[in-house]
């Protein structure tokens, strides 16, 4: 089974300054998804961004990119002008391409932001 | 925008009990999983339905039943609550994927269960 890992239980980001948070998955595939969710305190669970992994091109939206680096199965999420309200907690996701019921999550990143 | 409503933000309940968790969705999504959320091990399948009626176990479905009767609602089972299944379980539903949608969760928010 594919496997996601976020090594990263807990970090913390000034505010105005810019975070990375890792992961990396283990798949035989060569077609999938990625995403990055984020979740806030007691609010829903929303998606940041998504990486088809046929695209080369890094996924951008608006302060979130992330860094997809296929070979060596890593999407690290980089966070840019940090804000108060990114704190949250941020799970890696993987699913394979044609099942649909099939998402894989990290154990996530717990982000701070210090003002 | 897409709403996943689940019913109960907090339950409390004796082991032993009967829990019912309602979970509705707005958007005519296909698909609908319910996931538990404990800390360090992210988020684990525990069922999901593609249609009306229909189900499957996902990685831990020991424990729980669901049922489907529509396709707007999915509601998960716990015939007889255990200390061990004190969790947060989360809703979620997509549409089928093909190629006009990555089929991306749409999550509920949540509803944290403590069994005594």
């Known amino acids: 089974a594919q496997t996601v890992t976020q090594s990263q239980p807990e970090m913390s980001v000034q505010e105005a300054e810019t975070v990375t948070l890792s992961c990396t998955y283990d798949?035989?595939?060569?077609?999938?998804?990625l995403f990055w969710y984020k979740q806030p305190p007691s609010r829903q669970m929303i998606l940041v961004i998504r990486?088809?992994?046929?695209?080369?091109q890094n996924a951008t939206e608006n302060r979130f990119s992330v860094n997809f680096q296929k070979a060596a199965k890593s999407f690290s999420l980089k966070i840019s002008d940090s804000q108060l309200g990114d704190a949250a907690m941020y799970f890696c996701?993987?699913?394979?391409?044609?099942?649909?019921?099939?998402?894989?999550f990290g154990s996530g990143t717990k982000l701070n932001v210090k003002p | 925008d897409v709403k996943v409503t689940q019913s109960s933000r907090y339950l409390v309940k004796r082991t032993g009990e009967k829990v019912f968790l309602e979970c509705v969705q707005d958007?005519?999504?296909?698909?609908m999983f319910w996931y538990r959320q404990d800390p360090g091990l992210g988020l684990r399948l525990i069922y999901f339905?593609?249609?009306?009626?229909?189900?499957e176990k996902g990685d831990i479905p020991e424990g729980y039943s669901v049922s489907r009767e529509k396709k707007e609602r999915f509601s998960l089972i716990l015939e007889s609550a255990s200390t061990n299944q004190t969790s947060m379980y989360l809703c979620?539903?997509?549409?089928?994927?093909?190629?006009?949608?990555?089929?991306?969760?749409?999550f509920g928010e949540g509803s944290r269960l403590t069994v005594l």
């Open positions: 979620a539903s997509s549409f089928p994927t093909d190629t006009a949608n990555t089929g991306e969760l749409f």
């Open positions: 798949t035989s595939e060569s077609d999938y998804y």
């Open positions: 958007m005519d999504h296909e698909n």
């Open positions: 996701a993987y699913r394979d391409l044609y099942n649909f019921n099939k998402f894989y």
């Open positions: 990486q088809e992994a046929y695209k080369q």
């Open positions: 339905s593609y249609d009306v009626k229909m189900k």
